[in-house]
Nanobody, 124 residues
Framework: QVQLVESGGSSVQSGGSLRLSCTAS????????MGWFRQAPGKEREIVSC????????FYADSVKGRFTISRDSAKNTVYLQMNSLKSEDTATYYC?????????????????WGQGTQVIVSA
């Protein structure tokens, strides 16, 4: 059974930083695209970032480019999202996702595994 478990969500002031982690079990981590989505209250879910299995292709939403960094550690079966210069509009529940054995990734791919989410609250 595949499980994606997120951690690292918290409350932080605007301008601060957080690092989200997502540890995967039950899948061959190295072979799959991993990513992060978020959903703010009253808004649609949107992709934040994704990374291919070897890290040679990374996608970022325009809203987070230059502030967020995605990375993965195969030894720990973990994908990270480093979030800097946080803004109030980054407030959302963040979900870890896994996809297929793709050579690229983006917002419209069929991610088929989702974590339970971790909440990020950024106060002004």
């Amino acid at each position: 059974q595949v499980q994606l478990v997120e951690s690292g969500g918290s409350s932080v002031q605007s301008g601060g930083s957080l690092r989200l982690s997502c540890t995967a079990s039950g899948l061959t981590f190295d072979g799959y695209v991993m990513g992060w989505f978020r959903q703010a209250p009253g808004k649609e879910r949107e992709i934040v970032s994704c990374i291919t299995w070897n890290g040679d292709m990374i996608f970022y939403a325009d809203s987070v480019k230059g502030r967020f960094t995605i990375s993965r550690d195969s030894a720990k079966n973990t994908v990270y999202l480093q979030m800097n210069s946080l803004k109030s509009e980054d407030t959302a529940t963040y979900y870890c996702v896994s996809g297929g054995r793709w050579r690229a990734c983006g917002p419209h791919d069929p991610y088929n595994r989702w974590g339970q989410g971790t909440q990020v609250i950024v106060s002004a």
